[in-house]
C-alpha cells in the first residue's frame, strides 16, 4: 500500500473564525457529517474543534453562545501531505489524536485526514488476510441503562475519553450514543434527559468470530464508526471501533526509528525556521549544505536552490571573497570567529552584518564544514552614530545633558548642566548620579527607572533632585542607554530641563484648590475625592472604611477669651496633632470652624478603627501650650464603619455627624460610633478584656513555636514565639482574636512580660536537652515604651544565667519603630548591651526612610508575609520584595521573609539572595514538645537547594 496523504484527505476545509460560537461548531458537523472543524482567522490556523470537545462542552453545560476560541486545542498537529498513510497513521497513534491537519511545503492547511479516511481507503481487501473481529474488539466499553441521565454518561465519556456508551437491558445491547449523537443534541438542553430518549435504536452489531472482512464491510456500508459485538446469544462481548479496526497500521520498530528520525529532521528543520537571525552551513569547498528562511529571503532565492551554490554564485566576487577567506580562517583556527562587514542585499540595499562563524566536526574530530549565524545589525550602528553625534555636540544644549559609565559613574556634563545644577564639572565627574539625589523617591522609583532603561533602551519621566545649594530641583529627565558593537550597555546620556518654577507654580494652585488655607489639611473637596475612592477601594478589598466626624469641645470660649489669634494657633496644633495621629493612607480634613472629618482605610478589624479613635482624642486632650497660655480643651467624635454601615458617601458623613453629637451628649472627650448593636459590643469588648485578664492569672495561654530555616543550607536557625490562647468555651484562639484590643492598655505590658519569661525558660529547657535554638518573640508598642521594660529583662536573665543572651530576639513592627525613632533607637542600643538583637517585622508595610533605617540599630528586616504570598504572580509585590533584599543589602541588614507557603516562592527568595525563610509551606507554629522531633525529620526541598 503506497497510497499518500495527498490520495485520501478531504480538500474540502471546513472552518469558523474563533469568534464563533459552539453552536456553529455543532451546527457545521452536523450537517456536513464531519468530525471537526477547523478554527481559523483569514489563512491562519489558530485551532481545531472536535466531537470530543464538544462533549466536553455539553458535560460542562457550556452555553452555546460561548466562543470556540474558549475550548479549541490550540496546539494543532499538522502534517505533510507527501506522507504514507501507514506512516501517517502511526504519527497520530503516537501523539494520541484522531484528526490530522494536512498541509503543503509552505505549511498551509490543505485537506484534513480521520480515522474514517484511513479505514474507507484501506479498501474491504485489506482486512481479508486478518482475523476474526474477536481479535481487534475492545473489552473495554462504557455502558448505560435506560433509566441513565445523559448527564451522568457524558461525564463517563469524558473522564474516560471514550466515543461512545451502549445502553444495554438483561446483558443486551438495545442501544448507543456517540459523540455524533452528543454533537446533535448540543444546544438543545438535553443533558438531564435519560439515555432511553436520546439513544440511537436498534444498535448495529456484529457476532465475535466473525471475519474483520464484514465488519469493515458492515461500517462502509452504514457509515458507521462503532459496531457491537455480540455472542451467539445476543449478549455484549465487546466493541469494535473504527480506530480498532484500522490498528494494523501500526508500524514495526525499524518504521519507528525511521520516523522519528524524520521527525526530528522536521523539528530541528523548523526550529531553525523560527530563528529571525541567518542560518547556513557549507562544506568545506564553500558549498551550500542547508540554510534556514531567513538567508533564503535575504538572498531571495527558495532554500532548495541555494543548496550546492557557492558565494560566488550569490554575491559580487569580492564580497564573496571575503566571505570565502573568513570560512578559510575559522577552519584553520578551529574556533567560533566573528566578524562585521558591509554587504549589498539582492534587492540593491546595504546592510551591516555581524556574522560568526564555527568549524563544524565529525565524530572523529575532523572538520567537515562551517557553519554561521549572521545577523542584521544596521539599525543598532546607525543609532549608535546618533547617539555619538549628540554626546559631541551636548556642550552647546539649553538643558543640561550629562553622560555616565555603565555604572552610573558621571564622565561629563554640559555648560547647562554647570548652571541647572550649581556643581562646576569637577566637582562631579568620576562620582555617581545620585550625588543629585533629593532622597524625594523610594527605592522602587529608581529599580523601576533602570529596568525600563535596560528594557526600553530609555527612561522618560519628572525626577525631584537637589541642587548643590541643598535647593529642591525638578527636572524633567530623559536617560538613553549607549551600546557597544556587541550590544552591551557602555554609557548613558541624561537630558534635563528645570522644571522647578512650574512644579512650584502647580504646587500653590493645587494647595489653594485642595488644602485649608489655615491649617494646611484636606478641605472639603479633597476631602470628597479622597472619601470616593477610599470607597471604591473598601470595596474591592473587602476591609474597613472608618468615616469620622470630630467637633473640639469648648472651641468658642477660648476663641472668646484669648482672641481669635490664639484660636487660629489652636486650630492649627489640632490640626498637626491630628495629621501625626493618622496614617499617611489615611485623611484628616478641616470642614469648617472647629469642625474636622477623617478617613481611615485599610481596617481589617473593628477593634482597630476604635483603637486609631482612642488614639487621636488622647493627642488632642494633651495640654496646648500658645502665645504664653496653657489651653486645655479636648474633642468629640462619632464614626461609623463601611461596609457594616451600607451608605453612600453622603449618608456616612451624616451617620459620622450623629454620632458625634450623641458623643457630645454623653459628657464629650467622648467617642460614639454609628451603630444600633454598639452597647452589645461594647460589653463583649469588655467581657473579652476581662477574659483576658482572667486567662492569663489562670494559665490558660501557651506559646506555639514556628521554626526559621536557611532554605540554602537545608538548617534549622531558629523559632518565632506566638502566643495562643486555650480559651474553655471557644477552643484555641489566634493572636488576632484578642491582642489588638489589649495593645494600647497595661495588660500588654503582662502579656509580653509573660511571653518572654516562657519562652526563655523553654529555651533554657531544649538547651539542656542538646539543642542550641535562638528565640524570637514579639513586643509590642505598648511594651516596648514601658519604663521597665529593660530592666525586666535583665532580671529575667538573670533569673536563667545559663541562657545565651544572643539567641534572644525582639521583633518590633516596622510602624511601630519609626512612630518613635529616637526612643526605640534608644532601647534598642541597651538592649543590645545586654547582648539582645532587634528585628524590624512586617517590613515593606510602613513608611519609614532611609535616614531612619540608617540609624536604628536593628539587625534584622521580616519582609511582610503578604508580599512573599503574592510576589509569584504580583509584580508590585516581587519588585517590593526584591526591593527590601536590595536594602538589607545596602544597609548590612539580616533578611528572614515570612509566609513562604510553596516551592516556588522559596526558590524566587533563594535567586534574590534571600536565604533564611518561615512560613506554612516550612512549618506550621507547634507546641514545643514538637519542635526536637520536627527539626530531627526536616529536610529542605531539593529544588532549593540546587540554587
Known amino acids: 500500500m503506497n497510497k499518500r496523504l495527498s490520495d485520501i484527505m478531504t480538500r474540502h476545509l471546513d472552518s469558523l473564525s474563533p469568534h464563533s460560537t459552539l453552536a456553529d461548531a455543532a451546527a457545521t458537523m452536523s450537517s456536513s457529517r464531519i468530525s471537526s472543524v477547523l478554527v481559523m482567522e483569514g489563512t491562519h490556523l489558530l485551532g481545531i474543534i472536535t466531537e470530543r470537545d464538544m462533549v466536553k462542552a455539553m458535560n460542562a453545560e457550556l452555553p452555546p453562545d460561548t466562543q470556540v476560541a474558549h475550548l479549541m486545542t490550540s496546539h494543532v498537529m499538522t502534517i505533510q501531505m507527501d506522507v504514507e498513510l501507514a506512516s501517517a497513521f502511526r504519527f497520530a497513534t503516537r501523539h494520541g489524536i484522531r484528526h490530522l491537519v494536512v498541509v503543503d511545503s509552505s505549511d498551509n492547511p490543505v485537506g484534513m485526514v480521520s480515522e474514517s479516511d484511513f479505514r474507507f481507503h484501506l479498501g474491504i481487501g485489506f482486512f481479508a488476510h486478518l482475523r476474526d473481529v474477536a481479535s481487534l474488539m475492545g473489552q473495554n466499553w462504557l455502558q448505560a441503562t435506560r433509566e441513565m441521565p445523559v448527564i451522568s454518561a457524558l461525564e463517563q465519556m469524558v473522564a474516560a475519553r471514550a466515543s461512545c456508551v451502549i445502553v444495554i437491558e438483561h446483558d443486551e445491547p438495545i442501544g448507543i450514543v456517540t459523540e455524533r449523537d452528543v454533537v446533535r443534541m448540543y444546544g438543545e438542553q438535553r443533558q438531564h434527559v435519560t439515555m432511553g430518549e436520546v439513544m440511537t435504536s436498534p444498535v448495529r452489531s456484529i457476532r465475535s468470530d466473525a471475519s474483520l472482512t464484514q465488519a469493515a464491510a458492515q461500517m462502509q456500508m452504514f457509515s458507521m464508526r462503532h459496531l457491537v459485538v455480540v455472542d451467539e446469544y445476543g449478549r455484549l462481548v465487546g466493541l469494535l471501533s473504527e480506530h480498532d479496526l484500522v490498528r494494523p497500521l501500526e508500524w514495526s520498530d525499524a518504521d519507528m526509528v525511521s520516523e522519528e528520525a524524520a521527525e526530528t529532521q522536521e523539528r530541528l528543520r523548523q526550529l531553525m525556521n523560527t530563528i529571525p537571525d541567518m542560518v547556513i552551513f557549507k562544506d568545506l569547498e564553500g558549498r551550500y549544505l542547508d540554510c534556514n528562511q531567513a538567508f533564503s529571503h535575504s538572498v531571495g532565492l527558495p532554500v532548495s536552490t541555494v543548496i550546492g551554490k557557492t558565494d560566488f554564485d550569490l554575491v559580487p566576487q569580492e564580497q564573496a571573497e571575503f566571505f570565502r577567506a573568513r570560512d578559510r580562517d575559522v577552519i584553520a583556527a578551529g574556533t567560533t570567529i566573528c566578524n562585521e562587514e558591509w554587504v549589498t542585499r539582492h534587492d540593491g540595499r546595504r546592510i551591516l552584518m555581524e556574522a560568526c562563524k564555527s568549524p563544524v566536526f565529525d565524530h572523529e574530530g575532523a572538520c567537515i564544514g562551517v557553519v554561521a549565524v549572521v545577523r542584521d545589525i544596521s539599525e543598532r550602528n546607525l543609532a549608535e552614530k546618533q547617539l555619538r553625534l549628540a554626546a559631541s555636540v551636548f556642550q552647546f544644549a539649553h538643558d543640561g545633558i550629562y553622560i555616565t559609565d555603565a555604572n552610573a559613574k558621571i564622565l561629563e556634563v554640559n555648560r547647562a548642566f554647570e548652571e541647572i545644577t550649581g556643581y562646576h564639572r569637577s566637582e562631579v565627574v568620576g562620582k555617581n548620579s545620585d550625588i543629585l539625589a533629593s532622597g524625594n523617591h523610594p527605592p522602587e522609583f529608581f529599580a523601576e527607572m533602570w529596568a525600563a532603561l535596560q528594557r526600553e533602551g530609555y527612561w522618560s519621566g519628572e525626577v525631584w533632585n537637589r541642587r548643590k545649594d541643598g535647593e529642591l530641583l525638578a527636572e524633567l529627565l530623559t536617560i538613553s542607554a549607549v551600546h557597544n558593537e556587541s550590544g552591551v550597555t557602555t554609557h548613558c546620556v541624561g537630558v534635563f530641563t528645570d522644571i522647578t518654577a512650574l512644579k512650584m507654580s502647580q504646587s500653590q494652585m ?243 512580660n509573660w511571653v518572654l519569661k516562657e519562652a526563655l525558660g523553654q529555651s533554657v529547657v531544649w538547651r ?154 516550612i512549618a506550621e507554629p507547634m507546641p514545643a514538645s514538637e519542635i526536637p522531633a520536627w527539626i530531627e525529620h526536616w529536610q529542605a526541598a531539593p529544588s532549593w537547594a540546587d540554587l
Open 768 to 921: 539542656q536537652a542538646g539543642l542550641e535554638l535562638p528565640v524570637s518573640v514579639n513586643i509590642s508598642p505598648r511594651h516596648l515604651q514601658d519604663v521597665d521594660f529593660v530592666s525586666h529583662l535583665r532580671s529575667l536573665f538573670e533569673r536563667y544565667p545559663e541562657w545565651e543572651r544572643h539567641h534572644l530576639e525582639l521583633e518590633i513592627l516596622e510602624s511601630t519603630a519609626f512612630d518613635d525613632v529616637a526612643l526605640v533607637s534608644e532601647v534598642i542600643h541597651e538592649c543590645a548591651n545586654l547582648g539582645v538583637t532587634f528585628a524590624l517585622d512586617d517590613f515593606g508595610t510602613g513608611y519609614s526612610t532611609l535616614i531612619y533605617l540608617r540609624h536604628l540599630p536593628a539587625q534584622v528586616l521580616k519582609i511582610d508575609q503578604t508580599f512573599v504570598r503574592d510576589m509569584a504572580h504580583d509584580m508590585e509585590s516581587f519588585a517590593i520584595v526584591e526591593s527590601v533584599i536590595g536594602l538589607a543589602a545596602a544597609f548590612k541588614r539580616r533578611l528572614v521573609a515570612e509566609g513562604v507557603e510553596t516551592l516556588e516562592q522559596g526558590r524566587l527568595l533563594l535567586q534574590l539572595g534571600c536565604d533564611i525563610a518561615q512560613g506554612y509551606g
Open 510 to 752: 493645587e494647595r489653594l484648590a485642595y488644602y485649608d488655607a489655615l491649617t494646611q489639611l484636606p478641605n472639603r473637596s479633597l476631602f470628597t475625592d479622597r472619601f470616593r475612592i477610599a470607597l471604591a477601594q473598601s470595596e474591592r478589598s473587602g476591609e474597613l472604611l472608618a468615616v469620622g466626624y470630630l467637633d473640639l469641645d469648648g472651641f468658642k470660649p477660648v476663641n472668646d477669651k484669648f482672641g481669635h489669634t490664639v484660636g487660629d494657633l489652636l486650630l492649627q496644633e489640632v490640626a498637626r496633632r491630628m495629621d501625626r495621629c493618622v496614617r499617611s493612607g489615611d485623611t484628616a480634613s478641616r470642614i469648617g470652624g472647629d469642625e474636622f472629618a477623617l478617613l481611615l482605610t485599610g481596617l481589617r478589624s473593628e477593634e482597630e478603627s476604635e483603637l486609631a479613635v482612642v488614639r487621636l482624642l488622647s493627642a488632642l486632650s494633651e495640654p496646648y501650650l500658645l502665645e504664653g497660655h496653657t489651653i486645655s480643651i479636648t474633642a468629640s467624635l462619632g464614626y461609623t464603619l463601611f461596609p457594616y454601615d451600607d451608605g453612600d458617601a453622603d449618608a456616612l458623613l451624616r451617620h459620622a455627624d450623629q454620632a458625634m453629637y450623641a458623643a457630645k451628649q454623653g459628657g464629650r472627650n467622648r467617642y460614639v460610633r454609628f451603630d444600633s448593636e454598639h452597647d452589645r459590643r461594647t460589653i463583649e469588648q469588655k467581657e473579652l478584656l476581662r477574659r483576658v485578664e482572667a486567662g492569663l492569672a489562670s494559665g490558660e495561654f501557651q506559646l506555639y513555636y514556628q521554626p526559621k530555616v536557611d532554605m540554602r543550607k537545608g538548617k534549622v536557625v531558629g523559632v518565632e514565639a506566638l502566643i495562643r490562647w486555650n480559651h474553655p468555651e471557644r477552643g484555641l484562639l489566634l493572636p488576632h482574636d484578642f491582642l489588638p484590643l489589649t495593645e494600647c492598655l497595661d495588660i500588654a505590658v503582662d502579656i509580653g
